[in-house]
């Protein structure tokens, strides 16, 4: 029966509350898990409560490193120069001396792996030109992907009491980065760079575990991003304001481990509330589209989101070139008018961004 269903869920999610250590620090806890795979929310605290980042921060530095190096702007074999600004970055740190030239691969690693915040500065400067320029770009980005409680102020996360962001927003983040970039999805399970262990202890801890940030400060506490698999599906997970980082990884692995037994049961997605499933119309010769994106992979992830919410339509592809600068739509095809016209009404609720110009727009089907 549905209400024996809706039970044991409840008890299962009363099950995964912080434990003793972390009720502490309720003041900065948050927590949330997600199946990657519908968005469904598998357990939620305080989800939209503001918080400070710490060093999560340096998973939307990699991220537009990831963006940089698909547009060509650099490569993993690119070499580039350590600045004074970037070696008087405070600890954790490569260690870098002004001057120095690393290579593109070898700042993501350290950033990655081992946290290492003049790397984070180095990466921003080489992408962006002035660490400055690349926190405009992080916010941008942020904005672009529905991060609606996130600002960045830095690049690595060291303590600014503007920094703050939300478990559903570091949410959001790490599924954007395994969605749009897989490719490079290994860095965050790296569990070793010259010789020094990741700081993210249970990618060694636990076989499921396979990527993803830690974070600290004393404003923040404990934080801690996962991404875990189990027979083929995956869950993000993410802790905010952990008592310790032995509680949290604890708390964490809980966590991990109830996300996937309540991974089939009924849940509310991250971007938005699910919709009835829409019946298969006969004639599904109509689109929608979005205009106004800089990336065809974020307009990728925003048509998903649509084609989950309706439970109909097909994945289209639009770009045009003005001025040298390329734009791209977010598309969606094979709808019939009425589930179009519903799609645009609703898409800053079901993408959770500023409202755009949503077109319906008629296709010929020679079927």
């Known amino acids: 029966m549905i209400w024996v269903r809706l039970l044991t869920i409840a008890i ?43 060093s999560l921060t340096k998973i939307m530095t990699l991220y537009l490193t990831f963006e940089a190096m698909e547009r060509g702007d650099i490569t993993l074999s690119s070499s580039v120069v350590t600045s004074a600004h970037a070696a008087r970055t405070p600890a954790v740190k490569m260690g870098l001396k002004r001057g120095q030239s690393v290579t593109i ?5 350290a950033v990655a792996v081992r946290s290492s915040n003049d790397a984070a500065v180095v990466l921003a400067e080489a992408i962006a030109g002035s660490e400055g320029a690349f926190v405009t770009r992080m916010n941008e980005t942020a904005a672009s992907l529905g991060m609606r409680q996130t600002v960045f102020r830095n ?40 010789g020094r262990k990741s700081t993210n202890k249970l990618l060694s ?32 997970a993410v802790v905010l304001g952990g008592a310790s ?61 649509l084609i989950r919410y309706a439970g109909t339509g097909e ?11 390329a734009y791209h739509s977010v598309r969606v095809e094979a709808l019939d008018n009425r589930t179009a016209r519903s799609l645009c009404a609703d898409h800053p609720k079901i993408l959770q961004i500023a409202a755009r110009q949503c077109k319906v727009l008629s296709i010929i089907n020679p079927g």
């Open 315 to 325: 994945v289209g592809m639009r770009s045009v070139s003005i001025n040298d600068r």
């Open 155 to 194: 690049p690595h996360g060291l303590p600014d009491d503007m920094q703050v962001t939300t478990a559903r927003d570091m949410a959001k983040l790490a599924l954007a980065t395994l969605t749009r970039y897989p490719q490079h999805y290994h860095y965050f399970g790296q569990t070793h760079f010259r």
């Open 205 to 236: 801890e636990r076989d499921d575990v396979d990527g993803f940030k830690t974070g600290y400060t004393r404003a923040s506490g404990y934080n801690l991003v996962i991404s875990a698999t189990r027979d083929d599906h995956r869950i993000i």
């Open 12 to 54: 299962a999610l009363c099950l995964v509350s912080p434990t003793a250590s972390v009720a502490k620090t309720q003041g900065r806890y948050a927590s949330i898990i997600v199946d990657a795979d519908s968005l469904d929310v598998l357990h939620a605290r305080q989800i939209d409560a503001q918080r400070h980042p710490a």
């Open 245 to 305: 980082s032995g509680s949290r990884n604890s708390h964490m692995s809980d966590l991990i481990d109830r996300g996937f037994e309540v991974m089939d049961s009924v849940a509310s997605p991250v971007i938005a509330a699910r919709a009835p499933t829409v019946q298969t119309p006969v004639n599904r010769n109509w689109a929608l589209q979005i205009d106004g994106f800089d990336s065809p992979a974020e307009t990728a992830i925003f048509a998903d989101a």
């Open 105 to 109: 691969d070898t700042l993501i690693q």
